[in-house]
């Protein structure tokens, strides 16, 4: 039973184009949602996050938004570098625990 | 600020072997949590602890897992017997108090069980 889904495996974005990750929830009592990014060897390191009273959250390049009507969050980033490629995983807190997807692995194409 | 240290890297072990896995937390960070991440899966909670109580464990295999947390600061999570199917990486996060949702995770160790 996933309560957090993230449908695409992969993504290949061009260099300097915004680069779109989705992610999907299922339990309405989150009261967080996060992203992470993990590079190859290395642990997920934190990157954003947004709460469940709030629509958007900016943080230079990377800008999250939230549809709670649609149980549905996005990771934009813009404009993409070379270092964005990475694993991100959406996740999502409550109960002082948090729940990731499986992940997106992000390739940017020069 | 020194991060969140883990040891060994890497280990192979046969099936039905015993392991260990350490784990260092930033310093002040009372809450440790130990996850177990399957090739092209997400992180999976295994336990969690606040300061040297268990928090959860509900995901843990307790029949072959066992984690302890002395002291509230240092944590071992190990593995006897091993199977074929805890080959994983296993990762160790911590967080301050109260900011549960923003964690800081150690390098893994990858475990390989032949």
């Known amino acids: 039973d996933q309560q957090v889904k993230q449908n695409s495996p992969s993504l290949s974005v061009q260099e300097g184009r915004i680069s779109i990750l989705n992610c999907d929830y299922t339990n309405s009592m989150f009261d967080y949602f996060l992203w992470y990014k993990k590079y190859p060897a290395e642990g997920p390191t934190f990157l954003i996050s947004?709460?469940?009273?709030?629509d958007k959250n900016e943080d230079g390049r990377f800008t999250v938004f939230l549809n709670k009507s649609a149980k549905h969050l996005s990771l934009h980033i813009v404009p993409s570098q070379p270092g964005d490629s990475a694993v991100y995983f959406c996740?999502?807190?409550?109960?002082?625990?948090?729940?990731f997807g499986k992940g997106t692995r992000l390739h940017i194409l020069p | 600020e020194a991060g969140v240290a883990q040891s060994p890297r890497y280990k192979i072990i046969e099936k039905r072997q015993s392991v260990a896995f350490w784990c260092n937390p930033i310093?002040?960070?009372?809450?440790l949590y130990w996850y177990q991440q399957i090739l092209g899966q997400g992180p999976k909670l295994l336990i969690q602890?606040?300061?040297?109580?268990?928090?959860?464990d509900s995901q843990l295999p307790k029949d072959r897992f066992s984690a302890e947390r002395l002291k509230g600061v240092d944590s071992t999570l190990k593995i006897q017997p091993a199977k074929l199917e805890d080959s994983a990486v296993y990762l160790c996060a911590s967080s301050s108090e109260g900011i549960s949702y923003e964690q800081y995770f150690g390098p893994g160790t990858r475990l390989t069980v032949t």
């Open positions: 602890f606040q300061n040297n109580g268990v928090v959860d």
């Open positions: 310093s002040g960070h009372a809450t």
């Open positions: 947004i709460s469940s009273i709030k």
């Open positions: 996740a999502a807190s409550g109960d002082d625990k948090i729940i």
